[in-house]
């Protein structure tokens, strides 16, 4: 495996509040904040896709409101989010723009991630956005969640931002430069560990608490964001955000520590779709949609030949051949109602029949498991 951020395609960048925000002002740091973006910058150069995921928000709008250090309650932290929200998106796109790069803010409750037709929602509006050449800037919505219904830390919430959009690196810019053997402020003896081929309970064991004021986070956040990530196939890196230009710091071989993933984003997705969903219902299809998807296409309506069972949109469906044989699995892209007034249709028809312009698949090939992959 190659170590650099530049070895990837698709790479998902979590910073934390206490690397953005300077904790003794509450104002953002610009000087770092112009670097990083500097080193994003010349990753997207290199035709590769970059999401953000920026903590921060509170963290300003606390200033802003002369809320007190320390604690807050619920409704004073979904205050501060809300102005906060503001100016860390402005930040972020004047920073942006000063490359000549496009930056679209997203924000998440643990509902869009988790709920599999939000899911279905979140990521394609990140995947348009790709797309079409910006730059996601992606935070947990603090003005509506609780603590019920929430990550609780951007550490877990970049592994499944990365997981969702089938990033091959996920990279944690925190206080610290990567996990040691044991918490290096309370063991001297303590080992970096450059690399980890896989999270065991003695990995876990190492992990220390939680870090700073502003940080929900800590190293045990973020194993759990690794165990995420990698078990998607995504690879991680932990490295210290502090100095000015950490991503090209990673490049140049700064102190970091790297967990491997288990396969590729596509080859876990495909894993997971095969064999830990329970289907809903089946689309069963003809003979040429088989040959496409054989080739590596995406179904269609217009060879789907007839729809079983009961599902919803994001639902995983068996796919059958015209004697009812198994060809693989998938998720389906519209209801069941829906999909069974478009199929047999070309997809240029389906806004005609349903009255909205939807998918022009009903399965897309990256939602898609065939027997024998």
Not at 133 to 160: C, F, H, K, M, Q
Not at 265 to 272: F, G, I, M, Y
């Amino acid at each position: 495996m190659t170590r650099t951020p530049e070895a990837f395609r698709r790479i998902v960048v979590k910073i934390g509040s206490a690397l953005l925000v300077d904790q003794a002002s509450g104002r953002l740091k610009t000087d770092w904040l112009s670097a990083l973006v500097a080193d994003l910058a010349g990753l997207a150069s290199g035709k590769r896709d970059i999401l953000v995921v920026s903590s921060g928000a509170i963290a300003l709008g606390r200033r802003v409101l002369g809320l007190p250090r320390g604690a807050l309650k619920l409704e004073e932290s979904q205050a501060a989010a809300a102005i906060g929200q503001i100016a860390l998106a402005r930040a972020w796109s004047e920073a942006f723009d000063g490359h000549q790069l496009t930056t679209g803010q997203i924000l998440l409750t643990l509902g869009d991630t988790e709920e599999r037709r939000r899911y279905l929602n979140a990521r394609s509006t990140i995947a348009t956005l790709l797309r079409l050449g910006a730059i996601p800037v992606i935070n947990e919505n603090d003005t509506v969640a609780t603590s019920e219904i929430r990550y609780g830390d951007n550490d877990r919430l970049g592994a499944r931002v990365a997981t969702m959009m089938g990033a091959d690196l996920l990279i944690l810019l925190s206080d610290i430069d990567g996990l040691y053997s044991a918490p290096p402020a309370l063991d001297p003896k303590a080992e970096l560990l450059p690399i980890v081929e896989r999270i065991t309970p003695e990995i876990e064991a190492m992990a220390g608490s939680a870090g700073s004021e502003l940080s929900r986070g800590g190293m045990q956040t973020k194993i759990e964001a690794g165990k995420i990530a990698t078990a998607a196939g995504t690879a991680m890196v932990i490295a210290s955000g502090k100095p000015l230009h950490p991503i090209r710091r990673i490049s140049e071989g700064a102190n970091c520590t790297w967990f491997l993933a288990d396969a590729n984003p596509v080859t876990a997705r495909k894993t997971w779709i095969s064999g830990h969903l329970e289907t809903k219902g089946a689309l069963v299809i003809d003979d040429g949609a088989i040959r496409a998807l054989r080739a590596g296409k995406s179904l269609l309506p217009a060879g789907v030949r007839r729809v079983e069972g009961r599902f919803q949109r994001g639902d995983a469906v068996a796919i059958k051949g015209p004697k009812g044989e198994e060809i693989g699995r998938g998720l389906v892209a519209y209801d069941l109602a829906d999909a069974e007034r478009i199929a047999g249709r070309n997809s240029g028809e389906i806004e005609a029949i349903l009255g909205y312009a939807g998918r022009a698949e009903m399965i897309h090939r990256d939602d898609m498991a065939l027997r024998g992959e």
